[in-house]
Structures are given as structure tokens and as C-alpha cells.
């Protein structure tokens, strides 16, 4: 049986991050992925420790920065649910 897509783009994540990225991209990719895991945990202590650790206003600078330069946005996944 195939993977389903959340599994493919884990196992697609691991190869980008172990074969394509230097060390110091490495760490700035942690730093922007973060919370999205540590959400993806339920232990509220662990969340709410990797949350404090991980805030948005320790994002590096230079990543931010590069970041808002891109445009990148994520759109979409706001609950329309209201």
C-alpha cells in the first residue's frame, strides 16, 4: 500500500533536509518549521514548552526577512467554518 500524502511529504521533507541542505540551512529551516510541529503534538507541556522555545519572534532575522522578499505566503487554511 502507498503512503498516503502526509506520510509522502514527511519521508519527501527528510530527503530535502538530509540531502540538499547545508548545515546552517538546516537550522533555519528547523527555525521556520517549528511550530507546525510542535503543534502536531498533543502533550499540552510539551506543546506549550517547544511554542514558548520556538515563538515567531525568535524567527532569525535573515529569515524573516528572505521570507517576506520571496512573498511566500500560506493561504488557505484559515476555518471558514464562521
Known sequence: MEPDP??????KLRAFVNE???D????LFA???????????????????AMIDWSSDRLPAAL???IRRSG???VG????SS
Open 20 to 22: 540538499d541542505l547545508e
Open 31 to 49: 527555525a521556520l518549521i517549528a511550530p507546525g510541529v510542535a503543534r502536531a503534538y498533543d502533550d499540552d507541556e510539551i506543546t506549550g514548552f
Open 24 to 27: 546552517q540551512e538546516r537550522a
Open 77 to 80: 487554511l484559515e476555518d471558514d
Open 72 to 74: 511566500i505566503r500560506v
Open 64 to 66: 524573516a526577512e528572505a
Open 6 to 11: 502526509a506520510e509522502r511529504l514527511i519521508l
